[in-house]
Structures are given as structure tokens and as C-alpha cells.
């Protein structure tokens, strides 16, 4: 008799890259989510990580042994960051050739973008790219597969290499998704304390034109913002507590929700004595006041916000239409630390617009930060990508992109952590004024900055009663440079 096993798969960056230049050790949420919708409907999911079995000692070998053991009726291969590119590819083919009557599917957010190209380019093991959020999709391929062995009715979303049936349907009622379990991926986690939170779905309403979220939630099918209500995210936490994890953090367009959706999740998480060790949160610099702050502050033991600050440049901001109040951002980094929540903050280089003036602009505003408490976390340079206002309308922002298609952001697979850190070979644009090099070579000079005015943070908190990790920040700033 057939099994009802469906396989998810977390793919490596690429078999023989020993040091990606992302990290690639996180649990995809999207993954889990599916993993959970499908045993919801009565299928027996497994999951394997592969970069945490090739970190433990596993070989390619023994990754294959194990999908052959598994002896899976589907296996969806996770494609959402780039950096996974090459390597969801060479999973498709290790897994086709040893199991080759099981079809192949792979979905995500990367995936998304490049669905017509992945599917067309790769179909002798590929059998389709689903595209967006693929909850329906996979559960109609794995009933239909259950029942006859084969697809044979349109899917929604799915793009195959004869095309793509329909778009991709969302459910409506988020709060009706089961919540997820980090367990169901295999091995553990490097920090099986530490878990991410899914609050949100559906395009970002703010219009950054260096961001792909403004259109990703469109193309994943989701018509707008959509939050799960504050019960629903108490559920998600208390569930990944039973698994042992204690220490979250919430990047998704939660921020967008402000101090309402912030304190409605605290009070929600009180008075039912949940309580994280930690709950770090994302934020635009304007989205919380002291009010918020001290909501996050209440509901954990420890309270985190990382502000994405990007630029100090007025006229930066203005090209790419970010709001931008320089005096805003200080005040809010002061009001968290208020509040005692630890203010970290993030910052871009290679945007649109960026001359000697804004960079000095930029650091200004990061000295500023610095001395109210605001920790620098790291400097990354833009990732052009596909569908952004950008890529889509180069010369408008006077910029020339060099990724255009899949293979070409296939670099990411291929590059190391020091490659990307210290060459140039994974700036993705340049721009008037920037060369691929001035890009790298400013990344570097921000963070060069960073390190040589840290010593404003360290004498800061050794008056306020707030002990942040600046050393594993110094340690990560520092290690960059070498
Ligand atoms: C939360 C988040 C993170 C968290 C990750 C939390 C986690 N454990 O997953 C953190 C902070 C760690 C993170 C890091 C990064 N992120 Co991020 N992240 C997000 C964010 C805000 C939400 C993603 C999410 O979890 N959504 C909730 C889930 C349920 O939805 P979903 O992911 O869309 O999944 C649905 C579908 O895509 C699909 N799906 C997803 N996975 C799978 C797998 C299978 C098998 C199938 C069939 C379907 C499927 O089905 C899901 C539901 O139906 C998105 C932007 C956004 N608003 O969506 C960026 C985003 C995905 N991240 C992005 C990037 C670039 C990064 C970084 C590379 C940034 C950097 N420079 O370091 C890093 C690297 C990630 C890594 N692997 O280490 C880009 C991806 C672009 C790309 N093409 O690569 C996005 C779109 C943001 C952006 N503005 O550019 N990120």
C-alpha cells in the first residue's frame, strides 16, 4: 500500500561551499508552515536540513540514503532566499535520480520570482515551481498524488515547464493556518532556544524602492497586509515554548501595526503568562513610541528592537522613497531605551542616489544613534532584486543592474563569507557615482567607522542598567575586516 509521506527539504547553499555568504542555518518559516498545513490535512511530514546534517558531519551521501529511506509520495524543496539558489537545484537532482517516479516541487519567496525560468530551465527534475504562498497548492498535488500517483488537475500557482495553470489562491481566515513547529525539521537547530515568529502575510504598504516586500506579498497572492490576530500569535508562541524555545524574534511587517498591534500582542501574552526570554522585534525607526517600547519591555525578560535605519541622507532617502527624520530616529532609539528595550541598529550602502555627502551623512547619524544608546549591527550592501521599483526602472534612480536573471543571482550560492565581505563580485548594481568596488569599499568604511566610535555605546551603558551583547557586536564588526 502507497504511504501518505510528503518530504520538505532545506537545501544547502551548494554541496561544495564549506562558507556561504549568508547564513544559512535558519528555519525557513514558510516551510514550516506548509509542513503544518499538510499534516493538518492527514499527511505524515518530514523535513530535512540539510546545511545543519552537512554541519554535523553528514556527506552528500548520507543525504541521499535518507530521502531513499524516506521513500516520500512528494518532496517540496525550499527555495526563499538567494543565497539557496544553486544548491535547491542540485537537491532536485540528487532526489530525482534517486527516486525517480516522486515528484519534485520547489516554492518560496526566491523561487517566486524566477518560477517560469526554474521550471523551464530545469524540468528532467523539477516537476514544477509553486509559486507564493503554496498551501493549497501542495496540499491539491499531494491528495492528488496520494490518490492516483500523479497531477493531473490544475494547481494554483503551480508553473510548470508547459506554463502556469492559475494564480496562486491564499487562505483568507490567516488565523485558520496551524501553527508551525520548528521539530519537525531535521537535525536541530544550532539554537534550539531561539525561534522566528510569522505575524504577518501579504505586501508591506510602504513603498521603499529598494525593497522587494511591497511586491512580493502581490505576487505570493495575497491582495494586501494581513496580520494574525494576537491570540493567534500567543498560540504560535506558547506551541514553539512546548518545543523548548524561549528566545524570538519577530522581522516581518509586524511594525507596521505600531504601538496597537504591539501592545495587544503584550497584553495578550500577560495574561496568559507566556513569557520569552527574549522577544526581539523589527521596526522602521518612526513605527513604535515609549509606549510600545514599554509593552515589548513587559511581556519578556528581555526586549529587543533592530531599527532599520539605512541611511543617514536626506536626499538618499528622498530618491528612494523612504521616510527619513533624522531627529525621529534618534528620539525613538532614546524612548526603547527608555523603556529598557536594547536598540540595535542596521544600515545599507550602494543605494540609489549615495555620493561622499551622504555616506558622511550616514555617519553622522550613526555617531548620533551611538550615543544614545543605539548599537550598530551591521552595514549590508543593497541586493538589487527583480520587481522592485529599481530593477524595473534603472535609469530613473541612475543605476545599472548586473543581476538580471536566476543563474546570475546564483552567485550568491557560490560565493564565500569573505568574498562577499571583501570583493565586490556580489554587488548586484552600480550606480552614477558608484562603481561595484566604491560599493564594497563603502560597506566596509561604514563598518570601519562603526568600530572605531563603538567606545560612545560601551561608556553609555555602563551608566544606564541595560547590559547588551556589545562584545559578540564588536567581535562580528572587527572579524569583517580580516
Ligand atoms: C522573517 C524574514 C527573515 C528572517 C527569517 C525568519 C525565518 N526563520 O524564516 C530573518 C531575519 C532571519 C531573515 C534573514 C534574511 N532575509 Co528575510 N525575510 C523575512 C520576511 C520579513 C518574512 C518571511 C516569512 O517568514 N514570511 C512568513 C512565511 C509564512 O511566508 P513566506 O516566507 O512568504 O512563505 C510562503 C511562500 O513563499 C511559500 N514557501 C516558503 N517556503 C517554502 C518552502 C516550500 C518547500 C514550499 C513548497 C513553499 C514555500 O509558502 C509560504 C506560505 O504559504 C521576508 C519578507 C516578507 N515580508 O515576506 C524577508 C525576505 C524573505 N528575506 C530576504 C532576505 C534577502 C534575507 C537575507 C538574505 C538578508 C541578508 N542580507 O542577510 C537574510 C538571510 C536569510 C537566511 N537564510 O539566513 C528577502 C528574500 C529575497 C530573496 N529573493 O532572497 C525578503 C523577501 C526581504 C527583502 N525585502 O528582500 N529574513
Redo the contacts with the bound molecule.
Sequence with gaps: MQNDRVL??QPPTSFNQTSPC?????????????AA?LEAHGFEVHGLHVPLALHYGFEEEDVKAFILKEDPIVI?????????SSGALEVARLVKAALPRVPV?????????FAEEIASANAPYVDGV?K????H??LSICQQVALSGKVTEDVPGLVTNRGESVAPH?LEEMDDLPVYRYSVLKPRSLRPDA??I?T??GA?PFKCAW???PV??RL?GRRKLMFHSARRIADQVAALMSEGITRF?I???FFVGGNVKLIELSEELVRRDIRPAHLNI?AHPESYGYEGYAALAACCELASVDFGVETGSYDVARINNRHLDREEVVLSISEAVQAKVEPFTWWMVGLPGESEAALRDTEQLILETMKVGGIPRWV?PM?L?PHTPIHEDPTRFGVEPRFKDFED?SKFSRATLAEAVLFSDTITHRSTGSSYEDICNASQRLRKFIAQNLQFVEEFYETCGMQPDLKSVKGRILQSFF
Design positions: 520538505f527539504i549568508l547564513d544559512d542555518k535558519q528555519f525557513g518559516l514558510g516551510l514550516l508552515a506548509n498545513w517540496a524543496i525550499g527555495l526563499n532566499w538567494v543565497h539557496f516541487y520547489i516554492g518560496g519567496q526566491h523561487a517566486t520570482m509553486i507564493g504562498e503554496a498551501e497548492a501542495l491564499v525561534g522566528a510569522s504577518t502575510r508591506c525593497c522587494v516586500e512580493i506579498g505570493q524574534t522581522q516581518d511587517n523589527f549590508s541586493i532584486f543571482y
